[in-house]
């Protein structure tokens, strides 16, 4: 069974999905990108959508639950480069992937991981220097 | 073998085709239909001669029938020439009396003939009628079918035009609404505004309402869905120009809107521009603060 490439950048994990999802592939993406947030300590998931031409209801969970999931292992998922037609279709589905944060490619969502990973190392020093 | 009456008429029509012309013509401009100057008598004439020539030629192929193939030259003539009068601003009269004017002409000219026995002559005249009638009938059709076209093209220009995506600044647009939103149109603005955002590698979209009348429950969702929509792309959406009554509107309604919004475009580009870490500075300095 093929499954998508998780590569780690830095302490981000990036994830592209360039083939059409169906639901298998889907269920083991998250299973793996669980797993690999673990064994690298990742403070951030970035899922590359631009190249999806279909989300469905199912693939929409999926990146919800991925977020759900990366937040109690204390990473921020960014969905980036989601196309228009997608964005639309996915809020007539009804779903604004509320938990989940959003950047307009790769470049924004690192900088918005390393931003909110930057603020949080520099809450840690100020504590330990206080 | 006798000829037909339609193929006498088509013989009638070739003998008489100057004499015709011009009596049509007359009528025509007696008519108004040169007065107003939003057509030139050579160009009438060349409409007239055509249409004649096309009317020869089906009857000469012995058909009355206007669905028959023998007619297609001469109805698509018509069609074109109640497209032109439809654009060029022809009240529906005017362009019917195109066809209807030559019932005159054509009479005339039948009686004039000897081609005819004296005791068919109201048969011919009647089915000269039928088929004028018939004609101008499709006339009317076809110039109702262009001026809806219109119509249609208008609507969709209006729509366009009232959805524009202003670009503020560097990553910050503007989307001034004006008129009610209803779901096309919601559709068209999403459409476009997704579209900038990925052109122009926005992060923040400024949705000004001050051009929108009314805000009920189906706006605010429409709404809603927009920034929605502009959020799973990864841009920020600012609400800007909700009028006082249409504030009070929206608590009375119970509606709330969940997003960023400020009073004035003014003000949502500032937040704008701060969230981008730009500011805006006066570039004459105080004289007060130099002494």
Redesign the interface.
């Known amino acids: 069974m093929d499954r998508i490439p998780i590569l780690k950048l830095g302490d981000a994990l990036l994830v592209t999905i360039q083939v059409d999802m169906h639901d298998r592939l889907a269920t083991a993406l998250e299973e793996d990108l669980t797993n690999r947030i673990v064994k690298h300590k990742a403070h951030g998931v970035l899922i590359d959508i631009s190249a999806l031409e279909i989300v469905d209801s199912f693939i929409g969970r999926m990146l919800d639950n991925i977020a759900a999931v990366s937040r109690v292992l204390d990473a921020d998922t960014v ?2 480069g ?3 037609a ?3 279709t ?3 589905l009804g779903l ?2 509320a938990g989940v944060r ?4 790769v470049e ?2 690192m900088e918005l991981i390393r931003l909110r990973h930057g603020a949080a190392e520099r809450d840690v020093d100020v504590d330990n220097a206080s | 073998m006798p000829r037909s009456t339609l193929a006498v008429l088509a013989q009638l029509l070739a003998d008489q085709e100057a004499s015709i012309v011009k009596e049509w013509l007359e009528t025509l401009s007696t008519g108004g239909q040169l007065q107003s100057g939003r057509i030139r008598e050579p160009e009438l004439r060349t409409q007239c001669t055509s249409f004649l020539q096309g009317l020869r030629t089906a009857l000469a192929q012995d058909s009355n029938d206007t669905a028959a193939p023998a007619f297609a030259p001469v109805k698509q003539l018509l069609a074109d020439i109640s497209k032109s009068r439809a654009i060029q601003g022809f009240s529906p009269t005017e362009t019917a009396m195109f066809v209807f004017s030559l019932k005159q002409p054509l009479v005339n000219a039948i009686n004039r003939s000897e081609l005819f026995a004296a005791n068919s002559l109201a048969g011919v005249v009647w089915q000269v009628t039928l088929l004028l009638d018939t004609l101008g009938l499709y006339t009317m059709d076809e110039y109702q079918k262009s001026r809806e076209q219109v119509i249609i093209r208008q609507q969709r220009e209006i729509s366009e035009l009232s959805t524009p995506v202003v670009k503020l600044w560097d990553g910050v647009l503007a989307l001034p609404l004006i008129g009610t939103l209803d779901s096309e149109r919601t559709q068209v603005v999403m459409e476009n505004l997704l579209q900038s955002i990925v052109e122009q590698g926005a992060e923040i979209a400024i949705i000004d309402i001050t051009g929108v009348p009314t805000v009920d429950t189906l706006t605010a969702q429409h709404l809603l869905k927009t920034v929605a929509a502009a959020r799973l792309m990864g841009a920020d959406c600012i609400v800007s120009g909700i009028r006082p009554q249409i504030a009070q509107t929206m608590v009375h309604l119970g509606l709330e809107l969940n997003v960023v919004s400020k009073a004035t475009l003014a003000d949502a580009f500032a937040v704008a521009l701060k969230r981008l870490n730009r500011t805006v500075v006066s570039l004459k300095t105080d004289p007060r603060q130099q002494a």
Request: proline content about 5%; hydrophobic content about 60%; aromatic content about 0%.
């Open positions: 969905v980036v989601m196309r228009p997608v964005a639309i996915l809020v007539e604004s992937l959003t950047a307009l490619n924004r969502g």
